[in-house]
């Protein structure tokens, strides 16, 4: 009865490099949300993605960051060219309808 | 105005306590409520959702006022494991915002 699971726990990354992100949804669900909690902030929405389908990418910074959700593997959050304002913990949740379920996040850290 | 909005914190109660947060949110057309918590910025975990009625678990009541567009939270006889972050949560379409989180700690 695994939950959501989401790896890599840590991730450090210099400036300019990629830091890919992955998230597994509960067992039956289908729906992925990606949040962002910047140091002493709140948690922001960023992406929710369906199987194959990006259904609202509204909290998307519009450069550098995509989201996927393929058929088959996990849901990958990608950051290309990282800077420092990018070191948050990234969350991501799935839903079976309403509440949503967090994984234990990903700390990105960039040097 | 923030979608969501709530108490600034810090909260410092002692053991015993009744203490209550208060969250206020914009769209009026949201339907789901729900209170999270989170601790030492670990992932957020369901507290309770919150229902039109107002509902109870526990030593934690939660109340929804749809006019003043209004959600609290109230937490009885606190305990020290109570401490943490306590996130208000409200829908939107495709997605849940949330508030910025107040910081209760509850003290010996």
Redesign the interface.
């Known amino acids: 009865n695994a939950g959501v699971m989401q790896n890599p726990r840590h991730l450090v990354r210099r400036r300019g490099q990629e830091a890919r992100l992955r998230c597994s949804p509960m067992k039956g669900h289908s729906h992925v949300y990606w949040y962002r909690q910047l140091p002493e902030e709140g948690l922001k929405f960023m992406v929710y993605l369906q199987k194959e389908n990006i259904i609202d990418e509204s909290g998307m910074p519009k450069e550098r960051f995509s989201a996927e959700f393929p058929k088959e593997g996990p849901s990958i959050l990608r950051i290309q060219q990282v800077v420092r304002g990018d070191s948050a913990a990234y969350f991501c949740a799935s839903s079976p309808t309403g509440e949503l379920f967090f994984g234990e996040g990903s700390r990105l850290t960039v040097l | 105005r923030k979608e969501v909005e709530q108490d600034p914190g810090p909260f410092n109660v002692p053991e015993g306590a009744t203490v209550a947060f208060n969250c206020t949110y914009s769209n009026s057309a949201s339907q789901?409520f729900?209170w999270y918590r989170q601790d030492c910025?670990?992932?957020?975990?369901?507290l309770m959702?919150v229902y039109s009625s107002g509902n109870e678990d526990g030593r934690f009541t939660a109340q929804l006022n749809r006019a003043s567009q209004y959600i609290s939270l109230l937490i009885r006889d606190s305990k020290l494991s109570d401490s943490a972050t306590y996130?208000c949560v409200v829908?939107a379409?495709?997605?849940?915002?949330?508030?910025?989180?107040t910081e209760l700690s509850v003290k010996p």
Request: charged share 30%; glycine share 10%; hydrophobic share 30%.
């Open positions: 789901s729900f910025r670990k992932e957020p975990k369901l959702s996130l829908n379409p495709r997605k849940l915002i949330f508030g910025q989180g």
